[in-house]
């Protein structure tokens, strides 16, 4: 694994502790905090197969993690029907991101999926050691896969997608390292989050973190649960209309502390400083970066 910007690289595949010790002793202990327990498994339908039924005394569902980028689902249904076959427990399907998700996630529901799982690591990517010239990774290529912040556009997306086609619950994955990643997850659709590199990065608190956090979020936006949230971009979605105008942004001059990061980046020159902060409607094309890159949310888009 290395960290890079915006995430981390990994060739990692599962685990190195082999299956008899899972087995003999991890499930065990996991099993003893008294939370469900959701064991993944993977790659081939052969190896599903006989995986799942050595694990199924432990497992209250099982996640299938087939990494595959093809084009050809018929090998992610034959992962499915392989577990099904085996188990008699949810089983949740872990999808790596593809541009036809929806027609992915519709024939998994159809063959009979619990839940779907999106998205796995981004891949196949490099990362260089300027200092080495040697990729990060061990390997000969340095191939990686990447997780963490960087592909959470994506695992919206792919969310998003999804959960406009399905009616089986979606676990939103992919950067998810604070209480709002993990509310905007549930906004695109998602029913429940996954966090694995930010856990990495840093330590096993971030958990009870981000639930604290997403609690503040629900409170502080005047949420009663996150029934609320839940799909709230596909709903708002059909509120929104074409157009081919630009809207300019609102000044909340109060909020403003004058740093300039909106001026910085305004590519049409449209935004200055003075004693207050100032848009010239006759250059600003609408492009709303200026309102994402303030931190204060002194900038909004007129609805």
Known sequence: MAAVRGGLLNTELWSELPKEQWLDCEYEQARETGLPLIIGLGYTAAQIS?????????????????????????PILDGLKAAKDAVDVPVFVKLTPHNNIQEIALALEQAGADGLVMINSFGPCLG?????????????????????????????????????????????????ANGRDAAEMMMAGASAV?????????????????????????????????????????RRSSERTFRTYAK??????????????????????????????????????GCGLCVTRCQRRALRLPS
């Open 50 to 74: 006989i995986l799942a039924r050595l694990v199924r005394p432990f497992a209250d569902a099982l996640e299938l993690s087939t990494h595959y980028v093809g084009n050809d689902i018929s």
């Open 128 to 176: 260089i050691d300027a200092e080495t010239g040697l990729p990060y990774m061990g390997s000969k290529e340095g191939y990686g896969w990447l997780s963490g912040p960087a592909i959470k556009p994506l695992a919206l997306r792919c969310v998003y997608d999804a959960a406009r086609v399905v009616r089986v619950p979606i676990f939103g994955v992919g950067g998810v």
């Open 194 to 234: 996954q966090v694995c590199t930010a856990a990495i990065l840093q330590g096993p608190k971030i958990y009870g973190k981000i639930v604290r956090e997403l609690n503040e979020f629900l409170d502080n936006h005047g949420y009663a649960s996150l029934e609320d949230v839940r799909g709230l971009a596909i």
């Open 248 to 285: 300019v942004p609102v000044v909340e001059q109060d909020q403003c502390n004058l740093c300039g990061a909106c001026e910085t980046s305004c590519a049409y020159g449209a935004v200055s400083r003075t004693h207050k902060l100032e848009i010239d409607a006759g250059k600003c094309f």
